[in-house]
């Protein structure tokens, strides 16, 4: 093994601008403004010269987004791996009753299939649920 090997194992959650209204009960964010269209382009330009691949924790809401599309799926052509994060990103999941939780994840996953083409791998629940 040579000084310049590293190994470790990163994921990135695609948390979005309106989960984060929406946990601290501020207005707007029922229409579910997005960072990822700036974001994920600058991501994968950082990644693509740093030679890494990653998880990325996508929220199923953010994959039903047909303008999230693109960017989705550029994580995925870049050879980075999908991950589940929930289809509501509620921190309070750990509430829900056991059928809640599985609608919640399979209608996540439904998404992302459909806006990646690639079914999620691992999931990582929202707010560490």
Known sequence: MSS???FASVSLDLDNVWSYLKTHGDAGWESRPSYLTTFV???LE???REAL???FF???A???NEDNGPALRALVHQGHEVGNHSFEHNPWMSRY???RVEDDVARAESAIVAAT???PIGFRGPGYA
């Open 117 to 119: 083409g690639r079914r």
């Open 97 to 99: 009753d056991r059928v």
């Open 62 to 64: 953010d994959a039903a």
């Open 46 to 48: 950082l990644l693509e």
């Open 41 to 43: 382009p600058h991501v």
């Open 53 to 55: 691949e990653i998880t």
């Open 58 to 60: 996508v929220v199923g």
């Open 4 to 6: 310049s090997t590293r």
